[in-house]
C-alpha cells in the first residue's frame, strides 16, 4: 500500500530512472536520425539474418504473427489498460484509474509523434513474410507493452500484491515486452534499435508517470488528505 514516509526516496528513484531511460533515448534517437554507420551496420546484419531464418520458416513466421497481431498487439495492450482503469474507478480509486489512462494517452501520442519526427524508413525485402504501417522508429508495439506491463507492475506493488504474484507477474511482464520486441524484429518489420528506443521511452514515460504520482500523493498527505489508491 501507498505509504507518505516513504515517497521521497521511491519520487527520486523513479525520477531518476525516468530520467536515464529518456537520455539513452534521446542518444539512440540522435543515433539513428544521423545514421551513424556502427549502429546502421548492426541493424542491418540483424535484420538479414531473421529475415533469411524468417523466409525459410513459414510456420515459425505464423506464430510470431499470431503473438505480435494478437497477444501482444498495441490494441490488446490498450484494452487490457482500460479494463484496468474501468476495475480503478469502479473501486473508487478515481484518481489513479485517471493517472493511468492519461499516462497511457500519453505515451500513444509521444509514440507517433516520435514516428512523423524522425520518418525512419523500415526494413523492405523483396520476399515480405508482413507488412507494417507508419515510420518506423519507435517501435509502437514495444513502447506499448513496456507502457502497459510498466504500469501494471506499478499498480501491484502499489496495493500490496503478495511476492509469488508479484515475481510471476514480473516474469510474464518481461516475457511479454521481451517476446513482442523478437516479434517485430523476426517479422522484418522493425530495426533493432526500433524496439530498444521503444523500450527506452515506455520505461521512461512510465517511471516519471510514477514519479509525480508518488509526488503528488505525498503532497495530499501532508496536507491532510487521504492518499487515493
Known amino acids: 500500500m501507498y505509504s507518505p514516509s516513504r515517497a ?4 527520486t528513484r523513479f525520477l531518476t530512472l525516468s530520467l ?8 539512440l534517437l540522435v543515433l539513428v536520425a ?14 538479414d539474418a531473421l529475415h533469411r531464418s524468417a523466409v525459410t520458416e513459414p510456420g515459425l513466421v505464423h506464430v510470431n504473427r499470431v503473438l505480435t497481431d ?7 495492450m490498450r484494452a487490457l489498460t482500460a479494463v484496468t482503469v474501468v476495475v480503478l474507478w469502479w473501486r473508487g480509486a478515481r484518481l489513479l484509474a485517471g493517472w493511468v489512462a492519461a499516462t497511457s494517452l500519453f505515451a500513444t ?13 523500415r526494413p523492405r525485402w523483396p520476399d515480405p513474410v508482413d507488412s507494417a504501417h507508419y515510420a518506423a522508429f ?9 507502457v502497459t506491463c510498466g504500469l501494471l507492475m506499478w499498480l501491484l506493488r502499489l496495493h500490496g500484491a503478495h511476492a509469488p504474484v508479484w515475481w510471476a507477474s514480473l516474469a510474464l511482464a518481461v516475457v511479454s515486452v521481451a517476446g513482442v520486441s523478437l516479434t517485430r524484429l ?7 534499435t526500433d524496439v530498444v528506443g521503444g ?21 495530499r498527505a501532508a496536507g491532510g488528505a487521504d492518499a487515493p489508491l
Request: charged share 10%; net charge positive.
Open 34 to 47: 544521423v545514421r551513424w554507420s556502427p549502429l546502421m551496420s548492426l541493424d542491418g546484419r540483424l535484420a
Open 199 to 219: 523500450v527506452l521511452l515506455g520505461g521512461a514515460v512510465v517511471a516519471l508517470s510514477v514519479a509525480g504520482y508518488t509526488a503528488y500523493t505525498a503532497r
Open 186 to 192: 523476426y517479422l522484418g518489420v522493425h530495426w533493432l
Open 70 to 76: 494478437w497477444v501482444w498487439d498495441p490494441w490488446t
Open 109 to 121: 501520442l509521444l509514440q507517433q509523434g516520435l514516428k512523423a519526427a524522425v520518418g525512419r524508413e
Open 20 to 27: 536515464v531511460c529518456a537520455a539513452l533515448s534521446v542518444v
Open 138 to 146: 519507435p517501435s509502437g508495439h514495444a513502447m506499448t507493452a513496456a
Open 8 to 11: 521521497p526516496s521511491g519520487r
